[in-house]
């Protein structure tokens, strides 16, 4: 099992829609978890944490299930903007090191 | 603000040449910086990470190395590239022990011919 999984998609959703992405990570010790976006031929850019209570920036959310081990990720009033491929990250361990485990990203497509 | 530099980027190399790629940061001192590759349709790979001057951690055995030699400067190097060594290369940075969250810079996408 990867430590880190995800459903590559591709995700086809009309402009408007409501869209989720999940993420599963193997590790129970994870502490820290995050949602990156990625255009085309881009860098990584972070589009958020995601806390134990759960958190909510805008159309976006963000949801940890620990029992479950996976984060959610929903986008809310889909726009044309937010076709991109979307990655979780995980931490490894806890150190001075920091570093991260990285699924292989969930492509999002909304059309017109 | 933070600014995370990489340069070039975009590079076409041939077979057996050597690579440096140099990535800087900006407005933090003592960053946690990493190196990755992305190859086209794969995940992010983690190839190096320092966590000060002269400290790097490799991640997979391969013919890269990288150099830390000041604190906001991060160097990947190879002697002779191989064709499976094309892909996104990316520089990071995190704020040393307080936040796994990492800053990515605009990468150097590497073709070996």
């Known amino acids: 099992r990867k430590e880190v999984e995800q459903d590559p998609g591709p995700f086809n959703v009309p402009e408007g829609a409501t869209v989720a992405f999940n993420c599963t990570y193997s590790n129970s010790a994870s502490q820290s978890f995050f949602w990156y976006r990625q255009d085309c031929r881009k860098e990584p850019k972070l589009l958020m944490s995601v806390y134990s209570s759960g958190n909510e920036d805008g159309r976006f959310t963000a949801q940890l299930n620990r029992a479950s081990q996976y984060i959610s990720l929903l986008i809310r009033d889909s726009k044309l903007s937010d076709s991109a491929t979307y990655l979780c990250?995980?931490?490894?361990?806890?150190?001075?090191?920091?570093?991260?485990?990285w699924g292989l990203g969930t492509s999002l497509a909304v059309n017109p | 603000s933070q600014t995370i530099h990489q340069w070039p980027a975009t590079l076409v190399q041939p077979v057996g040449s050597p690579l440096s790629l140099e990535c800087t940061v900006e407005?933090?001192?003592?960053?946690?910086l990493y190196w990755y590759r992305q190859a086209a349709g794969r995940g992010l790979q983690l190839l190096f990470y320092s966590v000060g001057i002269g400290q790097i951690s490799s991640e997979v055995p391969q013919n890269l190395s990288a150099s830390r030699p000041q604190d906001r400067q991060f160097i990947l190097s190879s002697k002779k590239l191989l064709l499976s060594d094309s892909g996104f290369y990316l520089c990071?940075?995190?704020?040393?022990?307080?936040?796994?969250?990492?800053?990515f810079g605009p990468g150097t996408r590497l073709t070996v011919t």
């Open positions: 990250a995980v931490n490894r361990n806890a150190g001075n090191n920091r570093k991260l485990i």
């Open positions: 407005g933090t001192s003592n960053p946690n």
């Open positions: 990071a940075w995190s704020v040393r022990g307080f936040s796994y969250e990492q800053y």
